[in-house]
């Protein structure tokens, strides 16, 4: 168990050093840290995110295609849109626009 939660930190760690504007998926955050299997344990953490007492931008986090998969765990099904929006990334159909433009791989930018 101490394992699981050792993980969700250093996942928040990443999470919080995402541009504002920038989205990256589960993926390339487990890959990011020697996990590439683990995308649903990223999922996990970005859940769990909420409860914390720091701010956690876990709408920045997409799924591989930048569909906002974990919009249900906002506190309304529109906000992870809104927050993204307001931040100037377009999402039209749950998904983000020009992705490739808005992806940020910590693998490139934190090395």
Do not use: C
Request: charged share 20%.
């Amino acid at each position: 168990m101490e394992n699981k939660f050792h993980f969700f930190d250093q996942v928040y760690q990443v999470v919080k050093l995402i541009p504002e504007g920038k989205v990256t998926s589960y993926g390339a955050i487990a890959k990011f840290l020697g996990a590439s299997k683990s995308s649903r344990m990223v999922g996990y953490a970005m859940n769990g995110s909420h409860t914390l007492n720091e701010t956690i931008p876990a709408h920045r986090v997409v799924n591989r295609n930048g569909l906002l998969t974990g919009k249900m765990h906002f506190s309304s099904p529109v906000t992870m849109q809104e927050m993204l929006e307001n931040e100037g990334v377009v999402i039209k159909d749950d998904q983000v626009q020009s992705f490739p433009d808005h992806f940020w791989d910590p693998s490139e930018n934190l090395l």
